[in-house]
C-alpha cells in the first residue's frame, strides 16, 4: 500500500483545513488508516483514525470536536478536515495504514506541513 498526502499549508487561527491522503496498491488490506502529528521539539502522536471499510472515524480528545475524517470510497482517499485551527496545531501531518493481520502502521505517507500562525 502506498500512500500520498497534501494539503498542508500556512493558515491562521480559528481557520478551517482539509488535509487528504490518497491510498493504492492493496487497498482492500487496509484496515485502519490513521494520521499522526509531529509538532517542533515534539513526538509524533496519533490525531485519529478511521476503519477503512466501515468508515468509522476516532479522535484524541485534544482534537474532538474539531477534526473529522471521512473517505471518499471511489478514490480510496481520506480526508481530514481540521476547523478551528490553533498555534499548537502546528505540525507535519502523516497518514498512515495499518493492515490485516498486522499490528502497527507500516505503510506511511511522506508528511505534509501544517503551520497555524497566532
Known amino acids: 500500500v502506498q500512500l500520498q498526502a497534501s494539503g498542508g499549508g500556512l493558515v491562521q487561527t480559528g481557520k478551517s483545513l482539509r488535509l487528504s491522503c490518497a491510498a493504492s496498491?492493496?487497498?482492500?488490506?487496509?484496515?485502519?488508516m490513521g494520521w499522526f502529528r509531529q509538532g517542533p521539539g515534539k513526538e509524533r502522536e496519533i490525531v485519529g483514525h478511521?476503519?477503512?471499510?466501515?468508515?468509522?472515524?476516532a479522535y484524541r480528545d485534544f482534537v474532538k470536536g474539531r477534526f473529522t475524517i471521512s473517505r471518499d470510497d471511489a478514490k480510496d482517499t481520506v480526508y481530514p478536515r481540521m476547523d478551528n485551527l490553533e498555534p499548537e496545531d502546528t505540525a507535519v501531518y502523516y497518514c498512515?495504514?495499518?493492515?490485516?493481520?498486522?499490528?502497527?502502521?507500516?505503510?506511511w505517507g511522506q508528511g505534509t506541513l501544517v503551520t497555524v500562525s497566532s
Open positions: 498512515a495504514a495499518q493492515l490485516y493481520g498486522r499490528s502497527a502502521y507500516e505503510s
Open positions: 496498491g492493496r487497498t482492500d488490506r487496509i484496515l485502519f
Open positions: 478511521i476503519i477503512w471499510n466501515v468508515r468509522s472515524p
